[in-house]
């Protein structure tokens, strides 16, 4: 890496390692290793053991998919949680960007990602078959579809609602406030909670 060729080897590693993260460029992954340098060695010890110990501590809720330390994930286990709503995303990360914008009180289900046939990904690698399971309970009145607004979560959303449709049973889809092509994962609160507060019924 030219823009910093004077550090040592061990710092150009650091570097390297901060730069694989989303989002994060050379000039800012060049501060970040020189801000850990300067943490005491207690808390590079911590800092290494939290990475190091994360696949172990870190896996997936067994009833929706979110991200779990334990069997169940915070909203899974969270009793004040209407039972009755669903929301649909394609990934974990996306789970907290909508709690945040305070406009789902309901449980999730995260599918894994989404239908992309030209990848070779189909509804048989994603947790629908799950998702089905949980609706078959009869608890649920309303499935909520928080897939992306590209071509790939709409034509994911379309599949779900055909899919998923019974009697009892409200499909509905946010709508205002995403915009066309957006990832969810980067909508803000405010926007968000419109797009929820706006959801329509699909099919």
């Given amino acids: 890496m030219q823009s910093s060729s004077s550090y040592p080897e061990a710092v150009e590693q650091l570097i390297a390692g901060f730069r694989r993260l989303p989002g994060v460029g050379a000039r800012t992954a060049e501060r970040l290793a020189l801000a850990v340098l300067r943490w005491t060695p207690e808390e590079l010890h911590d800092f290494g053991l939290l990475l190091a110990t994360l696949p172990e501590r870190v896996g997936e809720c067994r009833v929706c998919g979110n991200l779990a330390e334990d069997d169940l994930c915070p909203v899974c286990r969270d009793p004040a949680r209407d039972q009755s709503i669903i929301c649909v995303v394609e990934n974990a990360d996306q789970v907290p960007v909508i709690e945040r914008s305070g406009g789902h009180r309901g449980l999730y289900h995260v599918l894994g990602g989404r239908i992309v046939p030209l990848d070779g990904i189909g509804p048989e690698d994603l947790r629908i078959g799950e998702l089905r399971a949980r609706l078959d309970s009869g608890e649920v009145r309303e499935l909520v579809l928080a897939t992306g607004s590209d071509i790939e979560g709409e034509a994911t959303a379309t599949y779900l609602a055909r899919e998923l449709r019974r009697p009892g ?26 797009a929820l507060n706006s959801r329509r019924p699909v099919g």
Avoid at 171 to 190: E, H, M, N, Q, Y
Wanted: net charge negative; aromatic share 4%.
């Fill in 169 to 194: 049973l409200a499909i509905t889809r946010i709508a205002t406030g995403i915009p066309v092509g957006a990832d969810l994962a980067f909508a803000d609160s405010a926007t968000l909670a419109t």
